[in-house]
């Protein structure tokens, strides 16, 4: 199902939104909290400058709005309706929820953000050597 080429992968891995061939990030799992912003500068596959504009990353906070409530009615759902917690209970799983995935719901929402501005290009993806061999 998680295939290169879809935007669902390059969201989901955090890998060049452009050619899908390497992670964005210098530590990919999110979890390490002092790397969790450090991005690479491009992508050395193919160049892609990640931070399109100064502060470009800052407009990724609207999306994790929305990734945050999505995080939000999942957890209400697993814990009111399918483990029939009280109210009280589902609404610390909420909160739980959310601070025990923040470092998953920024990284998801940079990358749905980047993936809004940068499409995948399947020439991008192919290596140095195959497109210097396709010049000649
Ligand atoms: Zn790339």
Same mark, same amino acid.
Not at 16 to 37: G, W
Not at 93 to 98: N, R
């Given at each position: 199902m998680l295939k290169k080429g879809s935007k669902l992968y390059s969201i989901l891995t955090? =890998? /060049?939104?452009?050619?899908? %061939? %390497? =992670? &964005?990030?210098?530590?990919?799992?999110?979890? $390490? *909290?002092?790397? *969790?912003?450090? &991005?690479? %500068?491009? /992508? =050395?596959?193919?160049g892609t400058k990640y931070k399109i504009e100064p502060s470009f990353f800052y407009g990724s906070m609207y999306v994790s709005y929305g990734v945050g409530i999505a995080f939000a009615v999942a957890a209400f759902v697993i814990s009111y309706l399918f483990l029939a917690t009280s109210l009280k209970t589902a609404f610390i $799983?909420?909160?739980?929820? *959310?601070v025990v995935f923040m470092p998953v719901i920024i990284r998801l929402s940079r990358n749905i953000w980047i993936n809004f501005f940068i499409k995948y290009d399947s020439s991008a993806a192919k290596s140095k050597a195959v497109l210097e061999h396709e010049m000649k």
């Open positions: 955090g =890998s /060049c939104p452009k050619c899908h %061939e %390497e =992670s &964005m990030y210098k530590n990919t799992n999110p979890y $390490a *909290l002092s790397q *969790l912003f450090k &991005m690479h %500068e491009r /992508c =050395s596959h193919c $799983a909420i909160v739980g929820t *959310l």
